[in-house]
Each structure stands twice: as C-alpha cells, then as structure tokens.
C-alpha cells in the first residue's frame, strides 16, 4: 500500500476510487469525441442558436444532438435561460484541457524536464533549479504539477479535526516533520512524545496567539498535568529536536516528509481558526519549509525549555516512577 493511501485512511478521508474511476471514466470518454469537444469547446461563450452552432462547426443536425446529449448527460454542458452553457464541472475541465493543449505545445521542454529528473549526476537540490529555470520558457504555469500536482487529502472545519489530523500526520511521518502552531495542545504534544525515538528530525517553533504568558501557560500545565512537563523536558533535550518561540505566529502548519501539508485558516478578522487543509505538493510544501526557516532565523528560545528543566530538576522523582 502506498504512503499516500496509507495515510488518506489514518486521516479518516474516505476513498471510494472505484466509483472516482467511474465517473472519470464516463466523462472522459464524452470528451474523447471530436464533434462532442468542439461544441464543448464552443459552450464555454454559452451556444444560444444550435442551428448557428452546426453550421458553423459543419456538423449534421443527427451528430451535433447525439454529442450535446452526451455532454449534458456527463454534466458538462446545461441549458439556461435557452443557451447552452458550461456547468460549474464543465468550466473545471475546459480549464484542464486548456491546460493539457499548452502542455502539448511545450512538449519538448516538458520531455527535457524528464531526463534533469532522472539524471543520476544531478542532486535533488540542482535538478529543482534547472527545472525551474526551464519552467520560464513558457510552462511556469505547469511548475505545481510536476512533482505530483496538489493532492488534497482533506478539508476540516472544527479544531478538534485539525488536531487529529496533525496527530495522524506526525504518526505516519518516516523522515521529517515541520510544525509551527499558534496553539499548545497536549495531545499533539503527547504524539511529538510517543514518536520521539524513530530517527525523525523534528523542527518546532511555537507561537502564543493571544499573547499569553508563557510562565502563566506553565503553571497551569504544572497544576493540571504535571507529567506534561516530563514530555516537554525530554522533548527539549532530544538531539533530534530543533526548537524556537515565535509570538504571534499568523497561521499554524505543519509538514511532513518533504510532501505532506497541513495548514490552519484563521478567520482574519479575530484570527479564530476558521478551518484547515491537508494536502500533497512537494513545491508548496518546500516553500513552507522556506517560511518555517524564516521564522526559525528570529525565533527566540522557548521559554518552555528553562522552565521544563527547572521542574524536572527539582520536582520529587516519584511523580515520574511510572512514566513513560
């Protein structure tokens, strides 16, 4: 099973490919038939005459109704105030063939951005550059596809879901996980715990939304959950951690592996989480890589880090004989 399905289920998205391959299937092969794309292709401006529309696209009266049944049986065309027209499905794939009839004008661009990828004398870091800087002959717009396009894997509008989300996250990571966060949730905290010892680089900034005392935040946790503080201290001191402080962090994130995203949408008139999305994209996630480091460059060390190590120096032992 892939990483990518592998995830899609720890996330709790379901997937029914079946039935996605299906529909794509059906409404693919509408579009495979030339007479059916022209008059696709025609709707985009909305076809008020089909008397007009087969003389001008010289199709008999039998074709161009067979097509344009098909079209509209496929959801890509509607009939409006008497014009025929794209629906909102038909609009998303006039963009895509759009797209794919750019694509094949650049073909050889395209055919040389494959050998840079697999060129064995090239680093990752190089065959990124040199892709770029052909991505500026003409096919910029194509750049986010390369690499696997956005997948999304999911859309979540509460809190609690983005939690869960970025604890499932953090359990199917192998390499690396970046998580900047505007929050302090224990939970999250506990996974960064569990999974401290499987040979993944963990960077970690935290940020204090509402601008609250970092030494107030530490004694409630001290009195609520004191073995918290145990968590955090052997999170701090672990070699595999990088650490920061940042106030006022804009938006919480984390990525995963170099690919996997998850991102907080706050509501930008109080800065309340609004809703949250999980994604794959190499490209988006490496310039949120770029942004984490940023903000790394000013952080500040967390406060969280003294004052862990201050508690655990000093608080009795047996308040940790059974923790592990």
């Given at each position: 099973m892939?990483?990518?399905v592998?995830?899609t289920t720890?996330?709790g998205?379901?997937?029914?490919?079946?039935?996605?391959?299906?529909?794509?299937?059906?409404?693919?092969?509408?579009?495979?038939n030339?007479?059916?794309?022209?008059?696709?292709?025609?709707?985009?401006?909305?076809?008020?005459?089909?008397?007009?529309?087969m003389?001008k696209?010289?199709?008999?009266?039998?074709?161009?109704?067979?097509?344009?049944?098909?079209?509209?049986?496929?959801n890509?065309i509607?009939?409006?105030?008497?014009?025929?027209?794209?629906?909102?499905?038909?609009?998303?794939?006039?963009e895509?063939i759009?797209?794919?009839?750019?694509?094949?004008?650049?073909?050889?661009?395209?055919?040389?951005?494959?050998?840079?990828k697999?060129?064995?004398?090239?680093?990752a870091?190089?065959?990124?550059?040199?892709?770029?800087?052909?991505?500026?002959g003409?096919?910029?717009?194509?750049?986010?596809?390369?690499d696997g396009g956005?997948?999304?894997?999911?859309?979540?509008?509460?809190?609690?879901?983005?939690?869960?989300?970025?604890?499932?996250?953090?359990?199917?990571?192998?390499?690396?996980?970046?998580?900047?966060?505007?929050y302090?949730?224990?939970?999250?905290?506990?996974?960064?715990?569990?999974?401290?010892?499987?040979g993944?680089?963990?960077?970690?900034?935290?940020?204090?939304?509402?601008?609250?005392?970092?030494?107030?935040?530490?004694i409630?946790?001290?009195?609520s959950?004191?073995?918290?503080?145990?968590?955090?201290y052997?999170?701090?001191?672990?070699?595999?951690?990088r650490?920061?402080?940042?106030?006022?962090?804009?938006?919480?994130?984390i990525?995963v592996?170099?690919?996997?995203?998850?991102?907080?949408?706050?509501?930008?008139?109080?800065?309340?989480?609004?809703?949250?999305?999980?994604?794959?994209?190499?490209?988006f996630?490496?310039?949120?890589?770029?942004?984490?480091?940023?903000?790394?460059?000013?952080?500040?060390?967390?406060?969280?880090?003294?004052?862990?190590?201050?508690?655990?120096d000093?608080?009795?032992?047996?308040i940790?004989?059974?923790?592990?």
């Amino acid at each position: 099973m892939s990483q990518k399905v592998r995830l899609t289920t720890k996330l709790g998205i379901k997937s029914n490919e079946d039935e996605q391959y299906t529909r794509i299937e059906r409404t693919l092969s509408t579009l495979a038939n030339k007479d059916a794309l022209k008059i696709f292709q025609m709707a985009k401006e909305g076809i008020p005459s089909s008397t007009d529309a087969m003389r001008k696209l010289n199709l008999t009266q039998k074709r161009y109704y067979m097509r344009l049944s098909d079209l509209i049986k496929a959801n890509l065309i509607q009939k409006d105030d008497g014009v025929y027209k794209h629906t909102t499905l038909g609009s998303l794939f006039y963009e895509i063939i759009k797209l794919l009839g750019q694509a094949v004008e650049r073909k050889e661009q395209l055919e040389l951005i494959d050998k840079v990828k697999s060129s064995k004398n090239l680093s990752a870091k190089e065959q990124n550059e040199i892709i770029r800087a052909l991505a500026k002959g003409g096919i910029d717009k194509f750049i986010n596809l390369i690499d696997g396009g956005i997948n999304p894997i999911g859309i979540v509008y509460s809190f609690e879901d983005i939690v869960e989300g970025t604890i499932k996250l953090i359990e199917a990571a192998e390499k690396e996980v970046y998580i900047a966060s505007r929050y302090t949730e224990n939970s999250i905290v506990e996974a960064i715990f569990r999974n401290l010892n499987r040979g993944i680089e963990w960077h970690l900034i935290s940020g204090d939304k509402n601008n609250l005392s970092q030494k107030i935040r530490m004694i409630s946790t001290l009195l609520s959950h004191p073995k918290m503080i145990r968590m955090y201290y052997d999170i701090f001191r672990s070699g595999d951690v990088r650490t920061g402080y940042v106030e006022n962090l804009p938006f919480s994130f984390i990525i995963v592996d170099g690919k996997y995203v998850g991102i907080e949408v706050p509501k930008p008139e109080s800065g309340e989480f609004l809703a949250g999305f999980f994604l794959e994209n190499k490209v988006f996630a490496e310039k949120l890589i770029e942004t984490f480091n940023a903000l790394m460059a000013r952080a500040k060390e967390d406060p969280r880090k003294e004052a862990s190590r201050k508690y655990v120096d000093k608080a009795p032992q047996e308040i940790f004989e059974d923790f592990k």
